[in-house]
């Protein structure tokens, strides 16, 4: 007989991605639900990694990600924010942004420890900082809006609390945080010894006329900061999980430690093949009007619908409120909606209160649109029968 086990996270079930996916398989729907591109990536890409794999760089590379790659980060990063970073000691390669998040919070967070966790948030947040023996303060983003409260953020500091965890651009909400709410981040962390864990994946997705304001920008921030980019959403390959973590040497010097014994290093032609790919900046400058365009076209097509449409300043998510649709519609849970949504009209999203610990239901639901034009369209027509 199997010994009987004691969950270390005994909150933590099938996801809603899982099922929604799912069910959009059984129902034959167009899946917007899940946030991963239908189409290819640039075939220069791929040849690079097999150019890579024919030159026989298949063995294990540099625990620290191989140093082409991290002198490409940190060019990138030079360009974009004017914010130098060392390849040696600064930063890091990792297996997928969620494993640096992992990493992250691992290397800093001890039992007893507090983290604030700005809600609705990613999933692997929560369960990461249990793992570690942590303890998630719950901060929620002011509903309708999705922007950072900042009396209630510094009213959720302690004591005890080691860190924050910032998303921007955010998912799900699609918001981007301003220089002023950067800034006030700034100064309340000042006088702390909070650490912050910005994740920035959807740094390459950010819509005219704004842009992105990476911690790195603010010194104050960029002392104290994990910060985490990930390439599988910026070139299309989000299979690939290949991201890196930036971070002052300390700070490095710790996420190290916990890095190597946990996947110890990253695939090797993937890392070889992107250095190669990054001499070239066009695709990640290029990126923010791939995706505007899209976002675009989702949009109008939702403004012939009874959705109400809310701001989308980043990502690739479009969240939509479903109070004016009809009574019998818009009285369903969000989960409940997605449901019947996959199911009666074959288009599969994503509810948000997924996104909460207790599932604050606000009745707005989110759809991926980094999709083939063509899919768009027929997710489009479907839904117009709203």
């Known amino acids: 007989m199997t010994p009987e086990i004691k969950t270390k996270l005994p909150n933590v079930g099938t996801t809603i991605f899982t099922v929604m996916s799912a069910l959009a398989q059984q129902k034959n729907a167009v899946n917007l639900g899940q946030g991963f591109p239908d189409f290819h990536c640039d075939p220069k890409l791929i040849n690079a990694v097999s150019q890579a794999m024919n030159q026989g760089l298949n063995q294990y590379p540099s625990m620290l990600g191989v140093l082409e790659l991290r002198q490409a980060i940190a060019k990138k990063i030079q360009n974009l924010y004017n914010t130098t970073y060392d390849p040696t000691d600064e930063i890091t390669v990792t297996a997928g942004a969620t494993q640096a998040i992992l990493n992250a919070i691992l290397a800093v967070v001890k039992t007893g420890d507090e983290v604030i966790v700005l809600e609705p948030c990613y999933d692997s947040y929560i369960p990461n900082i249990e793992m570690a023996g942590g303890t998630p303060v719950r901060v929620p983003l002011t509903p309708g809006t999705f922007r950072p409260d900042f009396e209630k953020i510094s009213a959720a500091i302690t004591p005890r609390t080691r860190a924050i965890i910032v998303n921007s651009p955010h998912n799900p909400s699609a918001t981007v945080w301003s220089d002023q709410e950067m800034k006030k981040l700034e100064e309340l962390l000042a006088p702390t010894q909070i650490l912050l864990i910005s994740d920035e994946v959807y740094e390459h997705m950010v819509y005219a006329p704004l842009k992105h304001l990476s911690a790195s920008c603010y010194p104050g921030l960029a002392e104290r900061a994990f910060i985490i980019s990930s390439f599988g959403k910026t070139y299309h390959v989000t299979g690939w999980k290949v991201a890196y973590c930036v971070a002052p040497p300390p700070l490095t010097t710790e996420f190290r430690k916990i890095h190597q014994f946990n996947v110890f290093t990253v695939n090797t032609p993937v890392q070889y093949g992107l250095a190669e790919y990054m001499k070239d900046p066009k695709p990640y400058l290029e990126l923010p009007s791939f995706y505007q365009k ?16 809310l701001p989308a300043q980043g990502t690739y998510f479009q969240c939509a409120s479903i109070e004016d649709l009809k009574v019998e ?8 909606f997605c449901k ?24 707005t639901i989110r759809f991926c649109f980094a999709k083939k034009d063509e899919t768009l369209h027929t997710a489009l027509e479907r839904l117009s029968k709203l």
């Open 294 to 309: 899209k976002r675009d076209l989702f949009r109008a097509g939702l403004a012939n619908t009874h959705f109400k449409v």
């Open 329 to 336: 519609e818009r009285n369903l849970s969000e989960a409940d």
């Open 340 to 363: 019947w949504l996959t199911s009666e009209i074959g288009v599969a999203a994503i509810p948000l209160s997924a996104f909460y610990a207790q599932a604050f239901d606000q009745k």
